[in-house]
């Protein structure tokens, strides 16, 4: 399963982050339309490696794994670089922090769950946030250069960043309440054990001489 064709194109989509960040690292307009383009090409691998995986049966735990980790790299980095090269302007930086922040929430929520094998599905509120999301990266990895062709391109994006990132406070927030009832039960469930076991020093029973402890 190493080897299966999701698993490689997940693995494609790893390599893509930093060819993403080197791209920007270009000058003129080339820089927002190769970082554009590997950004597309990653979000296509990202939809087809999930539908082959389902459709030929070759789900895996590597893949899981790598999966989630594959898609937070290529926001992260996109996010940082953009702000980096002042895409995404100060005014807007809060934005990217708020997704950039729940990405770290859910990873961590995620992790515990899967400790204590419970599941969180994605919403559809989710998804749309995920979808608004990307697009507001891509309009932005355009940027000056999407300018030129079509005016208010890096507006288009910039306004999509926070309507994505006010849906990201709202499904961040149901990723925690219930990360953090699981954790409360889980917490709840191993107290009441010891306090159910712990002698009462007061009771006589537990000292059969009868003398005090």
Known sequence: MLTSLPNLLTYARILMVPAMVGALYLEGDKAHWIALALFILAAITDYFDGYFARAWQQVSSLG????????????????????????????????????????????????????????????????????????????????????????????????????????????GYDYLKAGLTHVISEDEASAAPQAGHQPSPSNPANNPDGSRP
């Open 64 to 171: 899981r794994m790598l999966d989630p980790i594959a898609d937070k790299l290529l926001v992260a980095a996109a996010l940082l670089m953009l702000v980096a090269n002042g895409t995404i302007g100060w005014d807007s930086v809060l934005a990217a922090v708020v997704i950039l922040a729940r990405e770290i929430l859910v990873s961590g929520l995620r992790e515990f769950l899967a400790g204590v094998r419970v599941s969180v599905p994605v919403s559809q509120l989710a998804k749309w946030k995920t979808a608004i999301q990307m697009a507001a990266i891509g309009f932005l990895l355009a940027g000056p250069a999407g300018d030129k062709v079509i005016p208010y391109i890096t507006q288009t994006g910039t306004a999509l960043l926070w309507i994505a990132a006010l849906l990201t406070l709202y499904t």
